[in-house]
């Protein structure tokens, strides 16, 4: 069982930024593919950004291109969000996500995710 804990959200102006991070356990977290996904209020899930297992691969949505950055840390077992420039649309839940054993893809449906975490809220304020 993989746990992910996510932390680093809070209420910030627009134009500010906000550092996301997602510790996770298990001994093999250096396999997993990694994502951030969030949830605005009466809106779907969606996708923002992933990772490789090795970090040499990085994907984002149009939406958040040139703002946000993926990034881990295979020896601290750590996926962070680095958020610039944010903007009240921005505002949602923000759910981390693993796929494990994942050498091949990078996934950004949420469906292909095996793990989740609780989900931490970001609030941008105009």
């Known amino acids: 069982q993989v746990q992910l804990v996510e932390s680093g959200g809070g209420l910030v102006q627009a134009g500010g930024s906000l550092r996301l991070s997602c510790a996770t356990s298990?001994?093999?977290?250096?396999?997993?593919?990694m994502a951030w996904f969030r949830q605005a209020p009466g809106k779907e899930r969606e996708f923002v950004a992933a990772i490789s297992w090795s970090g040499g691969s990085t994907y984002y949505a149009d939406s958040v291109k040139g703002r946000f950055t993926i990034s881990r840390d295979n020896a601290k077992n750590t996926v962070s969000l680095q958020m610039n420039s944010l903007k009240p649309e921005d505002t949602a839940v923000y759910y981390c996500?693993?796929?494990?054993?994942?050498?091949?893809?990078?996934?950004?449906?949420?469906?292909?995710?095996?793990?989740w975490g609780q989900g931490t809220q970001v609030t941008v304020s105009s």
């Open positions: 298990g001994r093999t977290f250096s396999t997993y593919a």
């Open positions: 996500a693993a796929k494990i054993y994942s050498f091949s893809s990078v996934p950004t449906r949420g469906h292909e995710y095996h793990y």
